[in-house]
């Protein structure tokens, strides 16, 4: 691959830019603050000499990449914007208005896998400078970076019993496989279908049939526990592995059927397993570890009261 092809001619038969657009806009006053030289030679880390096609010049990618995140535009909005807009031309590098692109839109594609980290570190540094030179920022802005992650969406899963189940389920079998037991049914493939029912009923309001899929999904758990503690019987190495992971299985599903023996609840959303509803009704506020003497069923009442009340009131 050559060097990019930055001595490009002029058309003759082509308006010159210079005679349509207005200098003092603010594209074309940016276009003359940036140091094109410094963006080009660490862009030239990419290009390796060789046969084949030139690449674009190194300002039309750096332009189009920082005019594509200053508008928010999709690669396809930027092609059209930059064959309809005289200044985005400018701002790349061009001399003459050109009715069509000179590039493929897959072209940035390969230009984003082609860019390291040096180029985007370059990209940052120099658009720093230009608003340091500009007077955009001062020097005691760059002292010190406040990054605000507020508006980020965190990548947090609500552990709902159907998921935790399936969890268990998935690392049993993992292990299982791992150590060489077989086991006599997975239920894999069963399993991740009836976790992801028991999402679908739960946001359609069908909790009887969520409430159903939730008991498949148990029942089968109990059935691996049981088949993979017959098989590591007596087999003291296995026993130890599987142990922790078996205790923490078997614990989950004894207590939530001690909980609905003792009509005790697990605090639980209704709505999408990843993003909970926040409101009252869609929330069961239920209690968890009381013992079933007289002084905690008051409390239990207390606060099925408040939970009453409280359905009236969004929170």
Same mark, same amino acid.
């Given at each position: 691959?050559?060097? &990019?092809?930055?001595? /490009? ?11 349509i #657009? ?23 880390? =990419?290009? /390796? +000499?060789?046969?084949?096609?030139? &690449? ?36 790349c @590098?061009?001399?003459?208005?050109r009715?069509? %692109? ?18 985007? +570190? ?7 400078s ?6 955009a ?9 406040? #990054? ?15 998921r ?8 049993? =079998?993992?292990?299982?496989k791992?150590? @060489? =037991?077989?086991l ?6 069963? $399993? ?50 599987? @142990?922790? %992971?078996?205790?923490?299985?078997? @614990?989950?599903t ?13 605090a639980?959303?209704?709505?999408r397993?990843?993003r ?18 007289s002084?905690?069923? $008051?409390?239990? /009442? ?7 009340g ?6």
């Amino acid at each position: 691959m050559s060097q &990019p092809r930055d001595d /490009r001619q002029d058309d003759l038969f082509r308006p010159p830019l210079e005679e349509i #657009i207005n200098f003092r806009h603010p594209l074309v006053r940016l276009a003359g603050e940036i140091d094109w030289d410094f963006l080009a030679r660490r862009f030239s880390s =990419v290009c /390796r +000499v060789g046969p084949g096609q030139p &690449p674009l010049p190194t300002r039309l990618v750096a332009g189009l990449f920082i005019l594509k995140h200053m508008h928010n535009l999709s690669d396809e909005a930027l092609c059209e914007r930059w064959v309809e807009n005289p200044y985005f031309q400018y701002f790349c @590098g061009e001399v003459v208005f050109r009715h069509e %692109l000179p590039f493929d839109r897959s072209s940035l594609t390969r230009w984003r896998q082609r860019l390291g980290e040096e180029q985007i +570190v370059a990209l940052l540094q120099e658009s720093l400078s230009v608003a340091h030179r500009t007077g955009a920022i001062d020097t005691k802005d760059l002292e010190r970076v406040a #990054i605000d992650t507020t508006v980020q969406e965190k990548a947090i899963a609500h552990p709902t019993d159907a998921r935790l189940t399936h969890r268990a389920i998935a690392k049993l =079998v993992e292990l299982a496989k791992r150590e @060489g =037991v077989e086991l006599r049914q997975s239920y894999l493939r069963l $399993a991740k279908r009836a976790a992801i029912m028991v999402g679908r009923y739960t946001h359609a309001h069908q909790f009887k049939r969520a409430r159903r899929e939730l008991k498949f999904l148990r029942t089968r758990l109990g059935r691996i526990i049981r088949d993979i503690r017959r098989k590591i019987e007596g087999n003291t190495a296995l026993e130890d592995r599987f @142990g922790p %992971l078996l205790d923490r299985a078997a @614990g989950s599903t004894s207590r939530a059927a001690s909980a609905r023996a003792k009509g005790l609840l697990v605090a639980r959303a209704r709505g999408r397993v990843h993003r909970p509803r926040q409101s009252a009704r869609a929330v069961r506020v239920r209690l968890q570890g009381l013992n079933c003497h007289s002084g905690h069923r $008051a409390q239990g /009442r207390a606060v099925r009261a408040s939970r009453q009340g409280a359905a009236r009131q969004p929170i």
